[in-house]
């Protein structure tokens, strides 16, 4: 096997892909020195790590991997934004307004990559407050049917 740049660049960002269930992709402009250095303090404000691999090698692991459909997003610089801790809350408005110079693109969460549109009314990207929803939903819901059903035993 033949192990040059590109070849050690593509393992990395399989290697990537397999050990980070959540990151971020964002679009980024090719900014200057103390552009960028300014936007890694503030990604290490807010607690985030960043990958920024190369373009070509990207989309080419994109195409040999099971996110083929998704190689035509990346056209431009690509930025991989993951959190430090596994167990952080996240907003997501919060985060893609305090990084205006990306464009946020998708959200990789569990194998799946959502788009921008796919997560429109989503706020939070809270394990626990999610299931805590849902546990509200279910309850309230079976609440609600065992109501009414006992309406129905006692009217007849």
Known sequence: MDFNFKTYQIVKLKKYFKTNNLFFLFHSAKLNLTKWSLIEQNLKKLKLNYYKPLNKTTVKTFK??????FDSNIVGFILFISPNYKTMELNLQSLIKSLKSFSFVSLKLNNKIYSVSQL???NDLSYKKSAFNFYKVLDKQLKTSYVLTNKKKISK
């Open 64 to 69: 040999s991997s099971i996110y083929k459909n």
């Open 120 to 122: 429109k009314g989503l």
